[in-house]
């Protein structure tokens, strides 16, 4: 799977959250302002693009940026080491949006994490692993990753709900600190706005340890990049800091669009996130 943003959409995203103007950023990486254009569009870098002066001016780690222009892509995931996770991809409004099956093994009671655009493959995959739907959690309320909440809720009356943000309704709103039991995994939801004022990511633990720690979320971060947050940059970047990057490296990070990735590759990888000496190395 492809990454969700190729290094010019990285450069693009980048200079909008920081209220950089084209000409300026284009001068820092010394070219023209139709090249920079043409690079933020198409992901090819033009010759003689000063890399160092170009990240500088954007807030960006130039290492990292070129390695993710030199083709990177996070490992393969081992879904043998991840029972009871399932990533269903539906597509819709030219494009394509990841939710999220998390289940007990033993119970068969799951947990879904976004809908996507369509029922119907939540559906099937409920009834091919004979799960016990009992909990629905929204990363937030884009129309991508809730369009299909009605027929969902239709379907399975009984479910929790859980969202945040002020127009979600006290019964169905994350709590801090609160634990949700889905068999003998737990789910824990951690505000990361930015992207969205709603956004939310959810840390599933497995209560045995038999099971590494996954992390659902959203658009608040893709492999190699972040969700667009052309007002609230600064925002973004420090809720996904404190609150995904702060997991122990083998935490592996379910996004709502592109390829899932761990912690560890996104410190040593992420353009958007400079950890010092740590940053050196190798993924």
Not at 59 to 71: C, N, P, W
Not at 95 to 123: I, N, S
Not at 155 to 179: D, K, Q
Not at 191 to 220: E, F, M, N, Q, S
Request: glycine share 14%; proline share 6%.
């Amino acid at each position: 799977m492809r990454l969700e943003d190729h290094v010019g959409d990285i450069v693009r995203k980048a200079r909008r959250m920081g209220g950089i103007e084209v000409g300026d950023a284009a001068a820092a990486g010394g070219i023209g302002v139709s090249e920079l254009e043409g690079f933020e569009e198409g992901g090819v870098a033009p010759a003689g693009l000063d890399w160092e002066g170009l990240a500088r001016c954007l807030g960006l780690h130039a290492g990292k940026l070129r390695r993710i222009a030199g083709g990177w892509e996070p490992a393969p995931v081992d879904g043998a080491a991840y029972p009871g996770l399932l990533a269903i991809t539906t597509h819709g409004r030219g494009m394509a949006v990841h939710c999220y099956l998390v289940w007990d093994p033993g119970t068969r009671e799951a947990a879904l994490f976004d809908t996507g655009f369509d029922a119907e493959p939540v559906f099937e995959a409920i009834a091919r692993h004979q799960l016990k739907l009992t909990l629905l959690c929204i990363t937030h309320t884009h129309g991508d990753h809730v369009a299909a909440l009605d027929p969902i809720r239709a379907r399975f009356p009984e479910l929790r709900l859980r969202a945040s943000g002020t127009s979600i309704p006290a019964a169905h709103r994350n709590r801090p600190g609160e634990v949700l039991a889905v068999g003998g995994r737990t789910v824990e939801a951690r505000a990361t706005p930015g992207h969205a004022d709603d956004g939310t990511t959810y840390w599933i633990a497995d209560r045995a340890g038999g099971v590494p720690v996954l992390a659902v979320v959203g658009d608040a971060l893709f492999a190699g990049s972040l969700g667009g947050a052309p007002d609230k940059g600064d925002l973004a970047r420090g809720k996904v800091r404190d609150e995904v990057l702060s997991l122990p490296g083998t935490v592996l990070l379910c996004p709502g669009h592109g390829p899932m990735t761990t912690v560890g590759e996104q410190r040593a990888v992420n353009p958007f996130f400079d950890f010092g000496d740590e940053d050196r190395t190798s993924v």
